[in-house]
């Protein structure tokens, strides 16, 4: 008899637990952003804010508040993966790539923001707040069209793979052009590093991108630099797994898919 008032007893017990559960949930109220998210915001915008000293002018400016200017994206390999122009501001730009992610490049899986480590900007200093007129404007816009395309051959040039992500090279320019100074800094704090870089969730989200990216291109009529871009996503994938098979610690308790089968 005991026995059993313990145990009803016990499941009365175990049935008002879980109707308490309701009263130990989480708090939901906070209305602020992950801390991923809003670190890497916070860190953009510090990036964006740096003050440099503008080699035309001589003094002080805002490195986002330019409004010509080309930028360049980095992964955590510091392997160039993005180059990009603007003329309405290096700010408005880079952050609609990044923040809102409404640029053609990210809607269409070419370049996902998770990838970007570092950034690289080469204002277009002289023509700062400087009131063109349309000759003058339309030869501001073939400036800027050459600065693209230097600064791409560039990034060609560093990349381990001669290649980049850009679904089409920049047009090829009248004229060679010299590239200005640029500014170049990390936009990921030490603790989103942490969370991002180890390389198996860097291979889990490339390897994402890439079949967003096929999926695209299964679904419309795309351009062959489309599949050209893909086909680089892949190359850069297969290193990274490779550098991982050769780097990853060895784990000989590890399971196997044949044990699976036994």
């Known amino acids: 008899m005991v026995t059993r008032r313990t145990r009803e007893s016990g499941l009365a017990n175990n049935a008002a637990k879980k109707r308490d559960l309701g009263q ?54 510091r392997e160039p993966i993005y180059v990009g122009q603007t003329n309405e501001q290096l700010s408005t730009r880079i952050r609609r790539h990044l923040t809102n992610q409404r640029t053609d490049a990210v809607a269409m899986s070419v370049l ?34 050459a600065m693209e395309h230097a600064a791409y051959i560039q990034l060609i040039q560093r990349s381990r793979f001669r290649a980049i992500l850009n679904e089409k090279p920049p047009s090829t320019p009248d004229g060679e052009v010299t590239l200005p100074p640029s500014y170049f800094a990390k936009v990921v704090s030490d603790e989103v590093s942490r969370l991002r870089d180890h390389p198996d969730l860097r291979i889990a989200r490339r390897a994402a991108t890439i079949a967003r990216l096929a999926k695209v291109i299964a679904e419309r009529k795309v351009q062959a630099g489309l599949r050209q871009t893909l086909l680089t996503q892949a190359r850069r994938l297969a290193d990274l797994a490779e550098r991982r098979v050769g780097g990853a610690p060895v784990n000989p308790d590890a399971p196997t898919s044949e044990d699976d089968e036994e």
């Not at 915008?45 to 805002?62: A, C, I, N, S, T």
């Not at 900007?121 to 400036?143: F, H, I, M, Y």
Request: hydrophobic share 35%.
């Open 112 to 145: 996902d923001p998770y990838e970007v480590c570092y950034i690289e900007v080469w204002p277009l200093t002289d023509l700062d707040g400087a009131a063109l007129s349309r000759e003058n404007v339309k030869a501001a816009k073939s400036r800027l069209n």
């Open 24 to 77: 130990n949930l989480p708090d939901t109220s906070e209305r602020g952003l992950p801390f991923e998210t809003q670190e890497l915001r916070d860190q953009l915008e510090k990036f964006l804010r740096h003050r440099w000293m503008d080699p035309y002018l001589g003094q002080e400016r805002v490195i986002g508040s330019y409004q010509w200017g080309v930028y360049a994206f980095y992964d955590y390999d």
